[in-house]
């Protein structure tokens, strides 16, 4: 663990006992995933930081490691953004709001906000990865002087998949951030005003100083190395890159040992680490 970054407490009562949170708002994202806005039992406040994540339990259906989606400073509500993959998200897709779910958490370690202040942000997201990223970038938006520039890119496989693009038009037009975005493809008669390609390919005509440059890469595993390739060229060493790793989790507190990288153990750990950090464990990347 970083010691600069000590992760909040859990909020949650026990390591092991969920607590029954209200779901208050649901709404579309993609036809494929939802945004559920949550309110813990008497509007206690989670306690997370960006880059923490809960575990999410329905009766029946087991438990998933969620990324918590929004700021700290929402106060009394927080949000989760839920692909559908299987069992457990599959029927939370079909809850509504007024109805319940067990939340354990926040665990694992935050984004290293002590580290990154004064820096100017560099935050590459791909597809759902930009769920866990919009928790640091509303969090930039609540306390602009703590960071410089900060600079977004966000890629997504088409236009349709593309999460929070409201909010996306909105970044794009604040003068806090440089915001870009791109799809892998367009189909015919579709509406949008992105770039088409890869988010690697927005990166070489950035104009970076790697001395005061720090990268926040989450996203799908396969653009990792990519990515990491691309910041290389612009100078930026393995000491102020940052990334957010997923592995299959049961028990979300370093207990099963499911979600192990060499001696790490993901969910304590990390889920965020600097990629000095784990660039040489086999199967990190
Ligand atoms: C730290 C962390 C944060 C996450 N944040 C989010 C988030 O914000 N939003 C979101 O939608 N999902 C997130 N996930 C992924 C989510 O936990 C998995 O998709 C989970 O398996 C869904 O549970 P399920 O019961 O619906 O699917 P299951 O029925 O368990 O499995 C569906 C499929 O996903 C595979 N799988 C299970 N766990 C993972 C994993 N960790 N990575 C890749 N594949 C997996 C299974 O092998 C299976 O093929 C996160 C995972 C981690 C580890
Ligand atoms: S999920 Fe059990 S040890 Fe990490």
Redesign the pocket.
Same mark, same amino acid.
């Given at each position: 663990m970083n010691p600069s970054t000590p992760p909040a407490e859990p909020r949650t009562p026990s390591l092991y006992l969920p607590v029954e949170c209200e779901i208050v708002a649901v709404s579309d994202l993609t036809p494929n995933e939802k945004l559920f806005r949550l309110r813990l039992p008497g509007g206690a406040v989670l306690g997370h930081l960006p880059g923490q994540?809960v575990q999410v339990s329905l009766l029946g259906?087991?438990e998933?490691?969620?990324?918590v989606?929004s700021s700290p400073g929402r106060g009394a509500f927080f949000e989760?953004?839920?692909?559908r993959?299987?069992?457990?998200?599959?029927a939370m897709h079909r809850l509504k709001s007024g109805e319940r779910v067990g939340i354990r958490g926040p665990y694992?370690r935050p984004f290293d906000l002590a580290r990154m202040a004064g820096q100017e942000l560099l935050l590459i997201s791909g597809g759902?990865g930009l769920? @866990?990223m919009r928790s640091l970038i509303q969090y930039c938006e609540e306390h602009p002087e703590e960071f410089g520039r900060v600079t977004m890119l966000h890629g997504a496989r088409s236009p349709a998949e593309m999460l929070f693009r409201d909010e996306l038009d909105a970044w794009e037009a604040s003068a806090r951030f440089a915001c870009s975005r791109t799809v892998d493809r367009v189909t015919d008669g579709e509406r949008y005003n992105g770039g088409v390609g890869l988010v690697t390919a927005l990166i070489p005509p950035l104009e970076l100083d790697p001395a005061r440059t720090v990268a926040v890469i989450v996203g799908p595993p396969v653009m990792y190395r990519a990515v990491i390739a691309e910041l290389r060229k612009k100078g930026l060493g393995p000491e102020r890159i940052v990334v957010s790793l997923?592995?299959?989790?049961r028990c979300g507190v370093g207990k099963c040992g499911h979600c192990t990288i060499e001696h790490l153990y993901c969910c304590q750990d990390g @889920?965020v680490f600097w990629l000095d950090e784990i660039e040489h464990m086999r199967g990190a990347l």
């Open positions: 994540f259906w087991e998933a490691p969620i990324s989606a989760l953004g839920v692909r993959a299987g069992r457990l998200t599959d694992g759902c769920a @866990p997923e592995r299959q989790m @889920p």
